[in-house]
């Protein structure tokens, strides 16, 4: 299951510790997985119990909802003290990890710096699914968006309106965008 990752590329998976599921971004190094974690239910959660599950999904509407914290519909399984989706193929493991104090242009703050080591592979099937540059484009601002609720900048408000007009432009429809730009929309007012 390692092989689908080459190394040194970041792919988006689904990060399933004992009570939440997130989007991550891991780095295949050897026979481990790197990702970083900021401050939040995730990272506290690995530090209590060094346990993770790692699910692959081509679902961006899931791996938006579950960054957003909106309400997704997922069964889940827990077996071998390890907890994963049912369904979304995947690797259940330990990891090792530390805490670091990190510095960008969104202030300074602690990050928690993750190997993930495979202990056993999760069963699961992704569904067939095409290629769209709009789906790109929701992933692309979710992250953004995700920045900007910790550092809320016009540049960055503006940017992300933007995108979501090439985002409509190439067919997209998602609520978890309606949320956004609503969110968007309410901040602008109250700036005013
Ligand atoms: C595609 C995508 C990838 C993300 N990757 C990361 C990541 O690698 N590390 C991280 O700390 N947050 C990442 N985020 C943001 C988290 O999903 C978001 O901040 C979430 O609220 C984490 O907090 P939680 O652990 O309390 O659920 C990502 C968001 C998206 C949409």
């Known amino acids: ?5 080459e190394e040194g590329k970041v792919y988006e998976v ?3 510790t004992r009570s939440n599921g997130t989007p991550v971004g891991v780095v295949r190094e ?3 997985l790197r990702f970083k974690l900021f ?3 995730s990272f506290r959660e690995i530090i209590e119990t060094g346990k993770a599950s790692i699910q692959l999904t081509n679902d961006p509407e899931l791996l938006v909802r579950t960054a957003l914290n909106l309400p997704v519909e ?3 399984v827990e077996a071998n003290a390890h907890r ?3 369904g ?3 690797l259940y493991g330990r990891v ?3 805490v670091e104090r990190w510095k960008d242009e969104l202030g300074e703050t602690e990050v928690l710096l993750c190997e993930f080591i495979p202990e056993g592979e999760i069963e699961g099937t992704l569904p067939v699914k095409p290629f769209s540059r709009a789906d790109c484009l929701l992933i692309e601002m979710a992250v953004l968006f995700t920045r900007y609720l910790v550092k809320p900048e016009e540049k960055l408000r503006a940017r992300l309106l933007e995108m979501h007009s090439l985002y409509t432009h190439l067919g997209g429809r998602s609520t978890a965008v309606d949320h956004m730009v609503s969110f968007l929309t309410e901040n602008a007012q109250k700036e005013h």
């Open 30 to 32: 050897g026979e481990r």
């Open 88 to 90: 979304l193929p995947g």
């Open 84 to 86: 994963w989706i049912k």
């Open 39 to 41: 401050p939040g239910r």
């Open 14 to 16: 689904l990060l399933v």
């Open 74 to 76: 997922l069964e889940f």
């Open 1 to 5: 299951m390692l092989d689908v990752f």
């Open 96 to 98: 090792e990890w530390k």
